[in-house]
């Protein structure tokens, strides 16, 4: 149980492009989902915290026009990076849970890499 | 400011042995801690959540310690096998907040 399926798994475009990817919790609704990125040999920083229904919340430092987050349902978050540029190449990856204090699960991320 | 310190140096030891992986962290109080493994090129995948008011966990092969005082926690894989080989972040949250606070992670390499 409590799969979370996160796609594409890689995506490589040109400067430019807006790319979005879905994070979808197969077989659990999901209170939250959260947005992470992470660089070679780092830590997973938080981008934004996704409710459904509601805006999302944005850690400090990340553009909210540059990363879109929508969370239409309870089953599905979605991340658009807007205008994508190679600096904003990296690994990006999803987790849902059902609450505070509960373990988060994880989608198997989304390698970016802009050209 | 929060701050979560695992050893970034690869921890290599052979089959069998148990492993031991630390987390510290200061400025802060959570009241869980979580611990996660990471396959390269994969999401973390959850293995132990232990509360501030316990001292100790244990899944199959793996225990989690919990000392509030020292602010630290204890990862132990007793029996180690080459599958277990993979990096190893502890995560630490709040009640009030859905956050959860992630270390940078530490890869354990368990020689056959």
């Given at each position: 149980?409590?799969v979370?399926?996160?796609?594409?798994?890689?995506?490589?475009?040109?400067?430019?492009t807006?790319?979005k990817i879905e994070c979808?919790s197969?077989d659990?609704q999901a209170?939250t989902?959260?947005w992470y990125?992470?660089?070679p040999?780092?830590s997973?920083?938080?981008?934004?915290?996704?409710?459904?229904?509601?805006?999302?919340t944005y850690e400090?430092?990340v553009?909210?026009d540059?990363?879109l987050i929508?969370h239409?349902?309870?089953?599905?978050?979605?991340?658009?990076v807007?205008s994508?540029?190679?600096?904003?190449?990296s690994?990006y990856?999803?987790?849902?849970?059902?609450?505070v204090?509960?373990?988060q699960?994880?989608?198997?991320g989304?390698?970016?890499?802009?050209? | 400011?929060?701050?979560?310190e695992?050893?970034?140096e690869a921890l290599?030891?052979?089959?069998?042995k148990t492993a031991?992986?630390?987390?510290?962290?200061?400025n802060?109080?959570?009241?869980?801690?979580q611990w996660y493994?990471q396959?390269?090129g994969?999401?973390p995948?959850f293995?132990l959540l232990?509360?501030?008011?316990?001292k100790?966990?244990?899944?199959?092969?793996?225990k989690v310690?919990?000392?509030t005082t020292?602010k630290?926690s204890?990862?132990?894989?007793t029996a180690?096998?080459?599958?277990?080989?993979a990096?190893y972040?502890c995560?630490l949250?709040g009640d009030s907040?859905y956050?959860?606070i992630?270390?940078?992670g530490?890869?354990?390499?368990v020689?056959?």
């Amino acid at each position: 149980g409590a799969v979370v399926s996160q796609h594409p798994s890689r995506v490589i475009c040109k400067s430019g492009t807006s790319v979005k990817i879905e994070c979808r919790s197969l077989d659990f609704q999901a209170t939250t989902m959260f947005w992470y990125r992470q660089f070679p040999k780092q830590s997973l920083m938080l981008m934004a915290t996704s409710n459904e229904g509601s805006k999302a919340t944005y850690e400090q430092g990340v553009e909210k026009d540059k990363f879109l987050i929508n969370h239409a349902s309870l089953t599905l978050s979605t991340l658009t990076v807007t205008s994508a540029h190679p600096e904003d190449s990296s690994f990006y990856i999803c987790s849902a849970h059902t609450g505070v204090g509960q373990p988060q699960h994880f989608g198997d991320g989304t390698r970016l890499s802009i050209l | 400011s929060q701050k979560i310190e695992q050893n970034s140096e690869a921890l290599n030891i052979q089959e069998g042995k148990t492993a031991t992986l630390t987390c510290n962290y200061t400025n802060y109080s959570p009241a869980y801690l979580q611990w996660y493994r990471q396959d390269p090129g994969r999401g973390p995948v959850f293995l132990l959540l232990i509360r501030e008011n316990e001292k100790e966990k244990r899944k199959e092969r793996l225990k989690v310690t919990f000392d509030t005082t020292l602010k630290q926690s204890l990862f132990h894989i007793t029996a180690s096998q080459p599958a277990d080989s993979a990096t190893y972040l502890c995560a630490l949250g709040g009640d009030s907040s859905y956050k959860l606070i992630f270390g940078s992670g530490t890869r354990l390499l368990v020689r056959p």
